[in-house]
Structures are given as C-alpha cells and as structure tokens.
C-alpha cells in the first residue's frame, strides 16, 4: 500500500475537537493521526436504516376513493373550476 499523505488546514466543531483530542491524550498520539482514526472510524460504521414514516395531513376535501374513476372525475372538475 503507498503512504500518501496530505497537509491542510480544517476547522473542527467544538465537539470532534475535544474527540479528537480525547483521543489523542488516551493513546498518546498526535492530534492528526486521532482525527484520522475518527475519521476512519465514521467511514466504516454501519448506519441503522431510518424507518420511513408516512405524515399525513387534513387538506379539508373529503372524497370517497373506493371508485377511482370518479375520484378522478371530481378532482379534474375541481381543477376546471379553480383555474376560470
């Protein structure tokens, strides 16, 4: 494996500033190769899949949606009525 490496600057947010310097107080490393590990580290971690939930809101028409044809019949007059 070749070992590249790269010099640059990066702000932190306050709370993967004290992370990284958590860190590299607990294995005595240095600052860039603790934020490597924490890097490496959000790299591979799993994500749980987020759930989907479906919202649902009042739009105040109420439209009987057992015969779609009609559905759709009534929503296309109410189009033709909005746009005169």
Do not use: C, K, Y
């Amino acid at each position: 494996m070749l070992a590249w490496s790269m010099r640059t600057t990066v702000r932190l947010d306050p709370e993967v500033a004290a992370a990284a310097e958590r860190l590299r107080r607990e294995r005595a490393i240095g600052l860039g190769e603790a934020v490597n590990e924490l890097a490496r580290a959000g790299l591979t971690r799993q994500r749980e899949p987020v759930r989907f939930r479906q919202r649902t809101a009042s739009v105040g028409l109420r439209v009987d949606v057992t015969d779609v044809a009609d559905t759709l019949e009534l929503l296309d007059q109410d189009d033709t009525q909005s746009e005169r």
